[in-house]
């Protein structure tokens, strides 16, 4: 068992949700079940963001219960996940401030694995497996098994660094866990991009990533840090994916609208895309006649759309340019 620091931690866990008040309670029970160390103070904290479905009720009913811990509510009308992820560490008290998504189940172990990753001093956040909860559904071979469509990552069964050539990916705000000098640092979420009620759009995780990198932060893979991703049939679909990508794209062209470009374009944009999409197209229309499988004819053609959703964003889609990221202040 890990050794206990001898430091008390102090853990805020931000859950931004949006209309999914089922999923919420499932997400909370898992929070209350996981083991609880001693030496870890926890505090939950449901960011609102502007459900109209029994979202306040939901999580009154669970909070004024016998809970181990206090679970708070807080609403934040901007409707937007970055704006409500913004609205929980604004609100947060604890020297380390943890997200995960609605839609999840954390670990019976993942309080335990955050005190002990914590215990150490070059440490600064932390990130883990998200696997797809296959309560109900199998994953159609079309499928990528890491799918980022259907929030599934894993990068192995080792400790890994981020930002080294042995791990090139990203910690995912829906399972993730920072010290919270990072945002006095590097400052909140984006709100130009990130889901919201009206599209699929994203990369507000990847925006924030990169500048948590740039300060210096460091950060690691833990794979016992592991969550659990509620996998939905309506996502099981082509049409979805398709989405997916066209948003993933609207939000990669809203962030570079005012920067100036690091590689070489055609047309205003960056010629390894138009490459990237035109490959894919070529292998879409070879899995048609047996030269690709159904698997690489679908990546193929989730390149396109991504590269129509960029021209979308960078260009013609209503969002606001992305500005230096509000400063978060901690609560008095």
Not at 103 to 122: K, M
Not at 132 to 156: C, F, Q
Not at 179 to 186: E, G, H, L, S, Y
């Amino acid at each position: 068992m890990a050794t206990i620091p001898a430091t008390r931690q102090t853990l805020d866990v931000v859950i931004a949700t949006y209309n999914r008040c089922h999923l919420l309670a499932t997400a909370l029970k898992s929070l209350l079940a996981a083991r609880r160390p001693e030496g870890l103070s926890i505090t939950v904290t449901v960011v609102d963001n502007n459900s109209k479905d029994e979202t306040r009720a939901v999580v009154q009913a669970i909070a004024s219960s016998d809970t181990p811990f206090p679970i708070r509510y807080v609403f934040e009308p901007k409707q937007r996940r970055s704006s409500a992820l913004n609205a929980g560490i604004q609100s947060a008290r604890g020297n380390l401030i943890g997200m995960i998504d609605d839609d999840e189940e954390v670990d019976p172990g993942w309080f335990e694995v955050i005190l002990a990753t914590f215990s150490r001093p070059d440490v600064d956040f932390i990130g883990g497996p998200c696997r797809g909860n296959w309560t109900k559904y199998s994953r159609p071979k079309w499928i990528h098994e890491a799918s980022a469509v259907l929030g599934i990552m894993d990068y192995g069964p080792k400790e890994l660094r981020y930002a080294t050539d042995e791990c090139l990916g990203i910690a995912m705000g829906g399972n993730a866990v920072y010290r919270r000098p990072v945002f006095d640092r590097v400052g909140l979420y984006n709100v130009a991009v990130g889901r919201s009620a009206k599209g699929l759009e994203s990369c507000e995780d990847s925006e924030m990533f990169e500048r948590v990198i740039r300060s210096g932060a460091q950060g690691l893979y833990v794979p016992n840090l592991v969550i659990y991703h509620y996998i939905p049939e309506h996502r099981l679909n082509r049409s979805y994916h398709r989405r997916w990508h066209f948003g993933h794209g609207i939000s990669e062209g809203v962030m570079v609208r005012d920067s100036v470009p690091d590689t070489p374009e055609l047309f205003g944009l960056p010629r390894w895309r138009l490459r990237f999409a035109a490959e894919g197209l070529v292998i879409a229309i070879g899995s048609l006649v047996g030269l690709a499988s159904a698997k690489q004819g679908f990546e193929g053609e989730a390149r396109f759309w991504s590269l129509l959703g960029y021209v979308r964003g960078k260009y013609f889609h209503h969002a606001p340019a992305v500005t230096p990221a509000p400063q978060a202040h901690p609560v008095a």
